[in-house]
């Protein structure tokens, strides 16, 4: 059984049965009509076969057509969609195991970010009184391989970190689209225990991935049975449109048996209705799609209902992640995966803020508080990712842990039972009979057993200052400093001899 | 037999547990003796209350500073290690008393002033400085100046520790410092005083010897006092 995540005991259901079975219904006939456009031959007629009715017609300069899928046919891929699945770790110990009748919430980190900022403390002198204090500088660069390896390296280290999504992009003058899917898998694999999740840029580079996982997994049958990596497919295009390269990857992923993620990311205002109805009702029948062509390529196969539905910045149609809509969709698709008993794959924790600082703190609280109380199986996006997911931040990424881990001991049990019941009456019995009146004593053993929260461990001393990011860049700096665990070198060896393309300097044994 | 029952000591000290009905940190002591029982089988061997005060007692305590300064301990840690020190005083007390050194470090004199009925902080000062070795009189909430200042000369007092956390009742405090002037017991006896309001300027301003931030600073500041000016 996985130890990792936390269990919702009694997940907040905002949606009632019937509204649910609404939703299912819409979705089910906006499926049928207008029905999806789908680009990729494939799957067109694999839907075919399964009773879809299709209508070519052209859209630019691309083929595509018009498909009207029936209920049947989803149906159909929603029993034999697997309820339960494993996401495998280089450590077994580290495996997520998801089972969508269950409700065990994990956090992850995601996604590809162009920028890396970092916290570099500088010291002023205060033009009032000449006194010298130390502030947070914030440095933004690039991202590259080697931010990548920091980030997965950080990210092994951040307990509450249950999975690991690349979350910098890398762009080193020798990356391209034929080396650039090789690097960082490996980059993130050889620096990353935890379950790794990533998406494939280039269709040729899948194999080589697959075989990399192979190696360190110990071969086919081992891979399939403990996935040290699992993939993501934005398989559509808000919306209801299928992208030809995408779909050609989850027929290929879905048939070598491997997890999958259908994501799905509509914006309410833009590419979905804003209102929770018309967001959830398409997003969810998006979801399905990707779901249908997945099992009908490969019946049984296991997949996750990914949907990372958010909502238009009103001034500028940016994303927004941290508004209250943005709950409400996400919860809701929640709600409608554990109907479908498909494990779902969720968001939270994205500061719509540029750096740091209060701002961030406000958004990324709000919503990983309140999308787990619908206990998603995955939740992404939980680490660093500020600017709208445009920067990833080491140090707002040890912030997240602990602010995770507050979340976390949030969905403790209570401790409600008849022996508790006993104890008390007995301590309170001994207390009042004693000359302070002070429970102190019996605290000693809820603080050594874990059961009581620590506190914020980035507090500064200055009266006058917030030294809370100059406190996690200290925090950072210990982290970064932790032994890397590193694949083994005879794996590393076969790896690099097995797979043109990957940088000699990300090889830890050159 | 002699290193054994000190070691006893200090070890439970560290463990919180005053007797055999204590549980300590571990669980399965209930029923071993605790600081109590063993002050007392030391006595019996004829251990002398010095040695059981300062390489037992006081040892365990300073262990337990040591371990709240790398984080180890916490508050409850160190009231439940104060208590059980407590716990082996009040079994040494006829002993000292034959000895005439019962005052241990000093008789203190703790109440939280008239009109004020906030005893959490007072009670945390209380406890510790017992811990270190006071003999402490604890008088309660809401006590007038008047019945401070008589208790403290009943008891014949070093110190008096004032504890307000309401800057209404805090002036109360400055009555105490003036009773004690009228009956002349001024200079035998400090004043030291704590509470959120107030504050080491604030002492200075009502005429008191001393002020305590926390319970650490009680201690440090009491000792200082008592050192310095004339313990009898
Ligand atoms: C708990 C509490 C209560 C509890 C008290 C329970 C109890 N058994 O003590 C109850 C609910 C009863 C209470 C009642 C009231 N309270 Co009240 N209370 C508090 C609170 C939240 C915490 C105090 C506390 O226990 N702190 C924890 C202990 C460990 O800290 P401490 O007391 O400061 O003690 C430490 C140091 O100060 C020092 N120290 C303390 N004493 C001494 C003595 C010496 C000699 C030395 C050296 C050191 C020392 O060492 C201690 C250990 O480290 C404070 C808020 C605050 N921030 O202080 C308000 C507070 C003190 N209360 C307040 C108020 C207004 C009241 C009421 C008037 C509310 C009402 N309207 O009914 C009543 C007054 C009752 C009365 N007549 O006294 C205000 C006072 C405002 C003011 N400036 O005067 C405060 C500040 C809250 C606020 N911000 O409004 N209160």
Known sequence: MSQRGVVVAKPYERLSREQVELINRTSLDILKSPGILCYHEESVSLLEKAGAKVKATREGEHDAWWVSIPEKAVRQALDTAPSKVTLGARNPENQVIMDAEETRVHFGSGSETNYWLE???????????????????????????????????????????????????????????????????????????????????????????????????????????????????????????????????????????????????????????????????????????????????????????????????????????????????????????????????STAGVGDAKVPGVQAAVEKMFTYSAVPFAAPDLIHYAFGLLDKTQTFSPEQAVLDNHQIGMVKFLHRESGVNAEAADKTKQIVEEVMNSPYRM????????????GVFGGFPFEGENDDQDQTLLKLNERFRQLEEVEPQHLPEDICSRIFEQTPGLLPRLNPYA | MKDKLIEGIVENVLQGRRNKDDEGIEEENIGEPGVAELV???????????????????????????KYETGEYFIPDMLTAAEAVEAGMTVMEPYLAGEGTSEGKGKVIMATVEKDLHDIGKNLVSIMLKGAGFNVVDLGIDVPAARIVEAAEEENADLVGLSALLNTTMVNMEDVVKELEKKGLRDKIKVIIGGAPTSDDFASEIGADGYGKDAFAAIRVAEELLKAGGNK
């Not at chain 1, 399939?224 to 993501?232: A, E, G, M, Q, R």
């Not at chain 1, 429970?439 to 874990?450: E, N, S």
């Open chain 1, 119 to 345: 916290v570099e403390p500088e010291t002023f002198v205060s033009k009032q009184d000449g006194r010298e204090q130390v502030f947070p500088v914030m440095k933004k660069s690039r991202g590259n391989v080697s931010y990548l390896c920091r980030s997965a390296h950080l990210a092994n280290n951040l307990e509450n970190l249950d999975f690991f999504i690349r979350n910098v992009n890398v762009q080193d003058e020798d990356i391209t689209t034929d080396n650039k899917d090789v690097n960082v898998f490996f980059a993130s694999l050889n620096n990353i225990t935890k379950p790794v999740i990533g998406g494939i840029a280039d269709f040729e580079q899948l194999e080589k991935v697959v075989n990399m996982a192979e190696i360190i997994a110990g071969g086919k049958e081992e891979l399939i049975k403990n996935p040290v990596t699992s993939f993501i497919t934005s398989v559509i295009k808000s919306p209801l449109q299928v992208v030809a390269e995408t779909a050609e990857k989850l027929i290929a992923i879905a048939r070598m048996g491997l997890p999958v993620v259908i994501s799905t990311s509509p914006q309410g205002g833009s590419t979905a209705p804003i209102d929770e109805m018309g967001m959830v009702a398409q997003v969810n029948a998006e979801a399905l799609t990707g779901i249908v062509i997945n099992q009908l390529a490969n019946p049984g196969a296991p997949v996750i209902y990914g949907a990372v539905p958010v909502r238009a910045r009103m001034d500028d149609l940016h994303d927004m992640y941290g508004v209250p809509e943005f709950c409400h969709y996400n919860m809701a698709c929640a709600q409608m995966a554990r109907y479908y008993k498909v494990p779902c794959y």
């Open chain 1, 439 to 450: 429970y102190a004593r019996y605290a000693r053993k809820m603080l050594r057993r874990g």
């Open chain 2, 40 to 66: 007392q089988e030391a006595l019996d061997n004829g251990i002398d209350t010095n040695t059981i005060l300062l390489e037992g007692l006081s040892k365990g305590m300073e262990q337990v500073g040591q």
